[in-house]
């Protein structure tokens, strides 16, 4: 049974490569949360698309996705309602979504869950590996087949593109597919980052900022360079394929492309927010000596990644 990120898959439905795979990993937390009573959000689809074959789940895991996906979710549909915009007058209201690196992300489907929520956008585009696009797409295709499928709710269409977001071409593509440069777009980079070189992330955000009107949003889950840095040493095998994009000052860092920030927040600090912050004996690795080893930077993804929301404003 393959094992991603200490999450149990199904081998018959689990992807080949353990980056593809962290889309169903990140599926299955978020179908652990949807049962919650608690539930910070209810994702219908994401049980499907999990592969998830059950067992222990990893709560370190579960709770650093559900803090980063409601902040999301509640900041996408502020951009769609043009809330706590501070971009120029003139600047245009979002009516499209990009998903980059969208993974299982079911948000077109659960998308808004409230009343007063802003009407649907024009169209979200979904970005991904083909690896993961055809499975996302196998699911999807059974769910319709069993008419199991809920109606779309956050925009009016989908476009999904298989794209190695690596290859410049990328925005070339997502163009012709119709995404238009001169409206307002969310951009969502969610658990995506860390799998790119800091040079990498620099050609890809200077690439979308010019590709957007002044009033678009760009949520994003920003890791840290020092807890990257701190993984290196503990794994620099791991490190080498999924530590790879850190910064200690994200919002220099969107800054520095025409980024205004209207939220940084460390995932930490909100999972207090949200009642989600892991208990210390559920992180804590004590050492063999019986004192307490400083626990790995894997131990605690919240520790170690800041959520951020910017509107671009030249
Ligand atoms: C940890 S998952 C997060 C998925 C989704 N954003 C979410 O939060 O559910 C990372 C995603 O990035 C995608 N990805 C990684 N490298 C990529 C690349 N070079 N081109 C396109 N997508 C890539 C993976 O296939 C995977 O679906």
């Known amino acids: ?9 199904r081998a018959a439905t689990a992807l080949q490569s353990i980056i593809g795979a962290s889309s169903q990993a990140v599926a299955a937390c978020r179908a652990v949360e949807s049962e919650r009573e608690d539930a910070l959000f209810v994702d219908p ?8 074959a059950g067992g222990a789940l990893p709560t370190f895991l579960s709770s650093y996705v559900s803090v980063r996906t409601h902040f999301i979710d509640r900041e996408l549909l502020d951009a769609l309602r043009r809330k706590h915009d501070q971009g120029p007058p003139g600047g245009v209201v979002p ?12 948000r077109m489907w659960r998308l808004p869950q409230q009343a007063g929520s802003p009407p649907p956008a ?16 196998a699911v999807l295709a059974q769910l319709e087949q069993a008419g199991e499928l809920p109606a779309p709710r956050l925009a009016k269409r989908r476009v999904c593109l298989s794209v190695d977001i690596r290859d410049p071409a990328w925005i070339q593509a997502l163009n012709d597919a119709g995404h ?3 409206s307002g777009t969310v951009w969502i980079l969610e658990g995506f ?23 678009s949003s760009i949520l994003v889950t920003v890791p840290s360079a020092t807890s990257r840095d701190r993984r290196r040493a503990e794994d620099p095998v791991d490190a080498k394929y999924q530590w790879r ?10 800054t520095r492309f025409g980024w205004k920030t209207v939220k940084s927040v460390s995932v930490e600090d909100l999972a207090d927010q949200y009642n989600r912050r892991p208990r210390s004996t559920e992180l804590d690795t004590p050492a063999e000596n019986g004192s307490k080893a400083e626990p790995s930077v894997m131990s605690n ?6 959520l951020l929301r910017a509107v671009k404003i030249d």
């Open 245 to 254: 994009f850190g910064t200690d000052d994200p919002v220099s860092y969107f």
């Open 193 to 215: 980052l860390r799998f790119f070189s800091n040079e990498q992330i620099d050609a890809l955000i200077e690439q979308l900022s010019q590709n957007c009107a002044c009033g």
């Open 122 to 137: 024009e169209v979200v585009f979904e970005l991904d590996q083909k690896e993961v696009v055809d499975a996302k797409d």
């Open 45 to 52: 689809l994401a049980k499907y698309f999990a592969a998830y």
């Open 1 to 9: 049974m393959p094992t991603v990120y200490g999450v149990n898959l």
């Open 301 to 306: 993804p919240m520790r170690h990644n800041y």
């Open 180 to 182: 238009n440069r001169t």
């Open 95 to 106: 009516n499209q979504v990009v998903l980059l690196g969208a993974g299982m992300d079911g």
